[in-house]
């Protein structure tokens, strides 16, 4: 299975976030807490462990959920192109 279709099962098939979208050239997605374990482990098997080596990445922790940058962590470890598996027009 491809990345691409990886992240799209991520995102989409398993319901790991509550919302996800486009904030300007960012791709956000909200993982409720009781969801983020499942997410991460599916993430890391996407991307690999290593990318959150040197320091990781920063989140916005909030009440209920966590927010992720998602384009940041598949730039350091994939090839995936999030605007065609998730067209800015379209979310």
Known sequence: MSDDLKVYK????????????WQGKNFFVWIP?????DFMKELIEIVG?????????DVNLQDKQICIEL?????????????????????
């Not at 398993?14 to 979208?21: F, L, P, Q, R, V």
């Not at 807490?33 to 374990?37: A, G, K, T, V």
């Not at 462990?49 to 990445?57: E, L, N, S």
Request: aromatic content about 20%; some cysteine; overall charge negative.
């Open 49 to 57: 462990v290593d990318c959150f080596a040197d320091g990781g990445f």
């Open 71 to 91: 384009k940041e962590i598949l730039e350091w470890g994939t090839a995936v192109d999030l605007e065609e598996i998730f067209p800015k027009e379209e979310y």
């Open 10 to 21: 991520l995102i989409k098939e398993n319901d790991y976030a509550s919302e996800y979208g």
């Open 33 to 37: 807490f009781y969801m983020l374990d």
